[in-house]
């Protein structure tokens, strides 16, 4: 579903209850809810004040639930509205005033996305993806676009998981190869696990946009044996993307333990690797656990692919920078991490006239305030263990060894290794040298973890 049809679905309900169309202000706040945003980001975006975006939000979502028969609020308005479309309990009159409610099972050569089905069939070629970006630049991916072209098309891995810091690229990675390959799938479905986590509602919305509407279920039937036992997977191509995984797992613990309401989906990643089909998941997450580094690599059911830094100065390119030269020493700093560095270059832009030579003659670091605020997020998610042994790298710019942070830190030996691997899957610390194991963490999170520790 697009916007522009969420535009037109809701103005011809609005209408409907109210007898006016929806007013500018009101089509940003809906965009604004599509997409992702709090209230605070959409008011800071407009220019009007939270308060007031959250007073018109719910004047919507009180005409929306009176019409659709729902109860819509915030928290289930994207995924609510876009199931009772999808579903075709109703056809909208996109080019006249008039609503239409109809019986889906009277709907079987009606399909809003524009391609026929008949009814309890599986849909051919469609395509979900309102919730994953817009390229407008790919970055220089190409080992890890072919690696996952290949895995996906000639290997037919059913599980890849996609990991990396936030901002190093993993939706961009994936849209890119979507954009590619589109054609060669029966249906693309986007799921944003940070929008919507309740797996039983995200299996359920897959089986509806795949034909199954409103699937009647037995009382010991759930929603993952529904799908498994259905033949969605196995009689089509399928690609389905579920972004932000790392959002059903627990904060202030090792990386990649479920939150108790979420432990369904190592079921369902156990079960999508080792039934038989010819569809394909992809896990992009910002942490990992046993299930999505891949297991039983024998017989190859499961990938991993680990985003690194880049290393190429194109990404440098058409942002206002001077000093060519030392545009290397600046990917080097930041790593090659791109969402640092397009922060970066902006602020050298704004800052420094664009000279990078002047940046660089800094005696320290800099840090953006979207590069904190990244990092603070991302180190709230860590175990008090965790915390200790970061700071502990951090003291020092020289790479450290187990028994030399075993004599620094109050810890058990279990604790220490335990809390290193967490620290690892959530790609926090870097091994310099495999052979006698020294840790390290990145200058960027070292400054920051320097710079918070001191206030």
């Not at 008039?98 to 469609?126: A, F, R």
């Not at 037995?218 to 995984?245: M, Y």
Request: hydrophobic share 35%; net charge negative; with cysteine.
């Amino acid at each position: 579903m697009t916007i522009t049809e969420l535009l037109k679905a809701v103005d011809r309900l609005v209408e409907k209850q109210r007898g006016k169309h929806l007013n500018d202000f009101e089509k940003v706040v809906i965009k604004g809810l599509w997409s992702g945003q709090t209230y605070s980001e959409i008011a800071e975006e407009c220019g009007y004040h939270q308060n007031h975006v959250g007073d018109v939000s719910r004047q919507l979502f009180k005409i929306l639930s009176q019409e659709l028969e729902e109860d819509i609020n915030k928290y289930n308005f994207c995924w609510t509205i876009e199931r009772v479309v999808t579903s075709r309990q109703f056809v909208i009159g996109l080019f006249n005033s008039n609503i239409t409610w109809c019986n889906p099972h009277t709907l079987d050569d009606v399909n809003l996305s524009g391609s026929s089905q008949l009814n309890g069939d599986i849909e051919t070629n469609y395509h979900d993806l309102h919730l994953a970006p817009r390229i407008v630049k790919f970055c220089d991916r190409t080992e890890e676009l072919k690696t996952l072209s290949n895995w996906v098309l000639n290997e037919n891995i059913p599980l890849i998981s996609v990991l990396g810091l936030p901002g190093i690229g993993k939706t961009s990675l994936v849209k890119r190869f979507i954009d590619l390959n589109i054609d060669k799938f029966d249906a693309v479905i986007w799921k944003s696990l940070k929008i919507q986590p309740a797996l039983d509602h995200n299996i359920t919305s897959i089986l509806t946009k795949m034909g199954y509407v409103n699937p009647n279920l037995s009382e010991d039937e759930t929603p993952l044996c529904q799908l498994l036992n259905s033949s969605i997977l196995r009689a089509k191509k399928c690609l389905i993307i579920l972004d932000d995984v790392q959002e059903i797992f627990n904060l202030g613990v090792f990386s990649g333990q479920y939150k108790t309401e979420h432990q369904g989906y190592q079921d369902l990643f156990r079960r999508i690797a080792e039934t038989s089909h010819q569809s394909h998941f992809i896990l992009l997450s910002q942490e990992s656990s046993p299930d999505m580094l891949g297991y039983n690599d024998d017989f190859a059911i499961a990938k991993f692919l680990q985003l690194q830094g880049l290393k190429s100065i194109n990404f440098l390119s058409d942002r206002g920078l001077k000093d060519k030269e030392s545009w290397s020493k600046l990917i080097h700093l930041y790593e090659g991490h791109p969402g640092y560095l397009k922060d970066i270059a902006q602020l050298i832009k704004d800052i420094f006239a664009g000279k990078v030579s002047d940046f660089l003659a800094e005696p320290e670091i800099i840090l953006t305030v979207e590069i904190n605020r990244n990092l603070a997020v991302m180190l709230q998610r860590l175990s008090v263990i965790e915390q200790q042994i970061l700071m502990q790298l951090s003291q020092t710019d020289q790479p450290r060894s187990r028994n030399d942070l075993k004599q620094s830190l109050s810890l058990s030996l279990t604790d220490l290794i335990n809390g290193l691997q967490s620290l690892n899957r959530r790609h926090l610390i870097q091994i310099t040298d495999e052979k006698t194991m020294l840790f390290n963490v990145s200058k960027v999170v070292r400054q920051y973890v320097r710079y918070c520790g001191s206030k």
